[in-house]
């Protein structure tokens, strides 16, 4: 039989125990003319651990045996090949798919055999318990730095250096970011289009919707250290349920990017927008202001196939359906089409008569407070440019040796904190000024501007100009 020889040895074993490399080659070899096996090949690893797989000698050994060129591995001593029961169960098991056996001298290890098979199965038992010992212990040491409010490994974030402090004008794309989102009411993905055109990368990489969400979902920049993922209506994932694991969360000692306030309102619209699963696209107007009239719950989109047209593609209409109803059937509100909550929708909204005198005192009062943003805007564009021109005196102070290095970098730290100070404000007066125009035209009969609305203006709109109503079947809307 064609045989080949794995051989290993470290440094520490090759002085103390005696497991030189020449040792294992005579005691194999001679082993081999005893037992009529031909060796085609001898893979050497001199100086490498077992304890994972990562070895040289090893990875080309399991590369050539899926070319058949041998039928069994031969070892001096099981802890020669590994020392993980894991990894000798998965290795064994690799060699087996390529009809490759497996034979340990010193064990008597030899699958050839029907007993040396029959281990395989006992090693994978071991195995499996090794496994969750490990993952046992590594969740356990993992839970006890989340309580004592520390990381329980990884990277950092994005806005954090490889030592957990802030990296400042990364805070300042975070804080934009949510700006964006809860201010402006840009999607994830118009504000990763916006940050990329701009040149504002990820640590090198474009920014994408997914990227934008996972960023505003992170509790870590809420201040908060948690093991786990966090509860979605009350549940937890799938895989935390099956293993009843509790997630853990604490308070950390690095800077938070927002408050824990701010965390919870920018989550809690996330999860309004993504209505539960249904949700997640802004064909659905009047998710998180639908209510069932039945139970009370929120009531979810959902796209529901209704036919087919002659070129072969398929219509799909949005519908809305009772949460409750969606979760364990325990309310028969009927599933109903948007176009019907739209309708009635409307006939509410034409129905209401605007006082005229009040539309133009609104008109005029919006007018003076947009007249004062924009002298706020002005007077702060000033104030940035002077700042920008100290900088440069402070620093043109320094290479005339008027000043020290230590006086410049105290002088610009204080410009720099100004700077951002005044650079917030002015983003905020701007989101402030384009959100006008918005205000003014929600003096406008929403029924008049409905039709020419795309879907996410629709959404917008409704956000803003509606709290919250019910939909009784056979009955019209109701106002809570």
Not at 7 to 12: D, E, M, N, W
Not at 193 to 213: H, K, P
Not at 259 to 285: A, D, F, I, V
Request: with cysteine; glycine share 6%.
């Amino acid at each position: 039989m064609k045989v080949v020889l794995y051989l290993r040895v470290s440094t520490i074993e090759q002085a103390e125990e005696g497991f030189s490399i020449r040792a294992q080659k005579t005691q194999l070899l001679d082993y081999c003319r005893v037992n009529d096996y031909e060796v085609v090949e001898i893979y050497i690893d001199d100086g490498y651990s077992a304890k994972d797989t990562n070895r040289p000698a090893l990875k080309q050994l399991l590369k050539d045996a899926e070319k058949g060129q041998f039928k069994a591995v031969l070892v001096y001593k099981l802890d020669r090949f590994t020392r993980s029961v894991r990894d000798l169960y998965d290795l064994l098991g690799y060699l087996s798919g390529f009809g490759v056996d497996f034979v340990s001298k010193q064990e008597k290890f030899d699958t050839t055999t029907a007993m040396g098979r029959a281990m395989i199965g006992i090693l994978g038992v071991f195995a499996q318990f090794e496994r969750e010992l490990i993952s046992e212990r590594v969740r356990m040491g993992q839970e006890q730095k989340v309580k004592e409010g520390k990381r329980h490994g990884g990277r950092y974030p994005y806005g954090y250096d490889n030592e957990g402090k802030i990296i400042p004008h990364e805070f300042e794309v975070l804080r934009r970011i949510r700006h964006m989102y809860m201010k402006e009411r840009m999607s994830y993905k118009k504000i990763a289009i916006q940050l990329n055109q701009e040149g504002i990368t990820r640590r090198g990489y474009e920014w994408r919707a997914s990227t934008v969400a996972m960023t505003l979902e992170n509790p870590f920049y809420a201040g908060i250290i948690q093991y786990g993922e966090r509860m979605a209506n009350g549940k937890y994932p799938q895989r935390y349920r099956d293993k009843k694991i509790e997630v853990i969360r604490s308070i950390g000692d690095h800077e938070p990017v927002w408050t824990q306030e701010e965390y919870e309102e920018h989550y809690r619209l996330m999860h309004m927008r993504k209505g539960s699963g249904y949700s997640r696209k802004l064909e659905y107007w009047f998710t998180g202001l639908l209510r069932c009239g039945r139970c009370g719950s929120a009531m979810h989109g959902r796209l529901t196939t209704s036919r087919k047209r002659k070129d072969g593609s398929i219509v799909r209409t949005p519908y809305y359906i009772c949460n409750r109803r969606k979760d364990n059937d325990t309310c028969r509100m009927p599933i109903f089409r948007q176009v019907h909550i739209e309708h009635l929708v409307m006939e509410y909204i034409n129905n209401l008569q605007i006082d005229q005198a009040l539309k133009v005192s609104e008109q005029r009062k919006i007018k003076k407070q947009q007249a004062n943003i924009e002298k706020q805007i002005q007077k702060l564009k000033r104030d940035l440019e002077s700042i920008k021109e100290r900088k440069k005196k402070w620093q043109y102070m320094f290479v005339e040796e008027l000043i020290t290095a230590d006086i410049l970098r105290e002088r610009l730290d204080e410009e720099n904190s100004k700077e951002m100070e005044l650079q917030q404000k002015l983003d905020e007066l701007q989101s402030r000024e384009r959100e006008t125009p918005a205000i003014q035209n929600m003096l406008v009969s929403m029924a008049d501007l409905w039709p020419v609305m795309n879907d996410e203006e629709k959404k917008r709109y409704s956000t803003r100009s509606l709290k919250r109503f019910e939909y009784i079947p056979q009955k019209k809307i109701q106002k809570v």
